[in-house]
């Protein structure tokens, strides 16, 4: 018997019980920064200009736009004052592009109701069909992780399909460039009603940090209508999976008005 089919029996069953329970495999992995404007000193701008993407903006007051941030901590590590910290926070899939934007004045605000829609059962099954519209495969590479042993995607019967005659959600990755625009689009108009679509990754959903070059693209607003908009770079597979249950509605919403609120 080789030595791989024994080590698999011995071992059993490797994959998670996650999201029901048990560990998610991101512990002690950075997530997206946090900010506490009640550290942030007036007229400082010092995370400004360390932000390689434009993440974050000063007109007045700090604002934040998660969906083009890069997760790179650069912020972090610039902000004399630590009004802006690392967090674990990494489950940032929203349905509304203008929940991934936080404001000053919104993160100052008390704690809001939310509305949490969550199936009844874990019933159903999806299948994806993925293209990448110019991504550096990064991106990729976290998909491909979410059919290990431990993530075991199929469990939640979810699945990847070749052909978009077959699929329910088109998952975009990459900028979308311009040699990539017309086989995604095409790749949409392909699929049967009713379809959805997901942007995963910073760079699909808005551009960043490829938007300033000129074979480069702004991401899938105004292209193909988006369901999902799911920022990182790249997202870990915990929250592809959280992203695609949200999708389903068997997971609520964490981001709302850029705010983390598990």
Not at 26 to 49: I, Y
Not at 87 to 95: E, I, L
Not at 188 to 210: I, L
Request: hydrophobic content about 40%; some cysteine; charged content about 15%.
């Amino acid at each position: 018997m080789p030595n791989w089919v024994w080590l698999g029996m011995k071992a059993g069953c490797a994959a998670t019980d996650w999201p029901r329970h048990g560990p998610d495999g991101q512990e002690g992995h950075r997530g997206m920064p946090v900010f506490d404007p009640g550290h942030c000193p007036p007229g400082c701008a010092a995370c400004v200009a360390s932000c390689p993407t434009g993440a974050i903006t000063a007109d007045g007051s700090i604002a934040i736009d998660y969906g083009r941030c890069i997760v790179c901590q650069r912020c972090v590590e610039a902000c004399p004052e630590g009004a802006l910290t690392t967090s674990d926070q990494w489950a940032f899939a929203v349905r509304d592009r203008q929940d991934l934007v936080l404001t000053q004045s919104a993160a100052a605000n008390e704690e809001r109701a939310l509305s949490r829609r969550i199936a009844s059962s874990l019933k159903g099954s999806l299948h994806i069909r993925h293209v990448d519209a110019g991504s550096c495969n990064g991106c990729e590479s976290e998909l491909q992780a979410l059919s290990n042993p431990f993530y075991n995607l199929h469990r939640l019967g979810i699945f990847f399909t070749p052909s978009p005659r077959f699929a329910d959600l088109l998952l975009v990755t990459g900028p979308v460039t311009p040699a990539m625009r017309l086989p995604l689009i095409r790749t949409w108009e392909a699929m049967p009603e009713p379809r959805m679509v997901m942007a995963a990754g910073t760079c699909a959903v808005s551009g960043a940090p490829m938007d300033q070059g000129y074979a480069a693209g702004h991401g899938l607003e105004g292209i193909v209508p988006v369901d999902v908009w799911l920022p990182g770079c790249p997202p870990n597979p915990a929250a592809f999976i959280h992203a695609l249950l949200l999708l389903l509605e068997r997971v609520p919403q964490k981001v709302h008005g850029g705010r983390y609120e598990p």
